[in-house]
Nanobody, 117 residues
Framework: QVQLVESGGGLVQPGGSLRLSCAAS????????MAWYRQAPGKQRDLVAS???????KYADSVKGRFTISRDNVKNTLYLQMNSLKPEDTAVYYC???????????WGQGTQVTVSS
């Protein structure tokens, strides 16, 4: 099972940008669908964006055109570039790796993103 460690969260003003990273302990090439989720206080954990091993991406409607998910299969790292941030983007952001054969999911510990003036 792959281990995941997120980084890059913090406090940013509305309209600002952040780049989240998720480092995997093992190879994610060809074996995992990678995704970012977020959970705001008192709310459920929701899918933000996902990317397959072949690079196909999906986004939640709320982040389309503002966020970009990408993966570096050499560095075994997942990224989330977040632009034009809004206060409603405030949440803990989690990285998820879903093994495509076993459907086993691994989660990171989360990184806090706060958008506030």
């Amino acid at each position: 099972q792959v281990q995941l460690v997120e980084s890059g969260g913090g406090l940013v003003q509305p309209g600002g940008s952040l780049r989240l990273s998720c480092a995997a302990s093992g190879s994610i090439v060809s074996t995992y669908v990678m995704a970012w989720y977020r959970q705001a206080p008192g709310k459920q954990r929701d899918l933000v964006a996902s990317v397959t091993s072949s690079g196909n991406t999906k986004y939640a409607d709320s982040v389309k055109g503002r966020f970009t998910i990408s993966r570096d299969n050499v560095k075994n790292t997942l990224y989330l570039q977040m632009n034009s941030l809004k206060p409603e983007d405030t949440a803990v952001y989690y990285c998820k790796a879903l093994h495509i054969a076993t459907l086993t999911a691994s989660w990171g510990q989360g990184t806090q993103v706060t958008v506030s003036s």
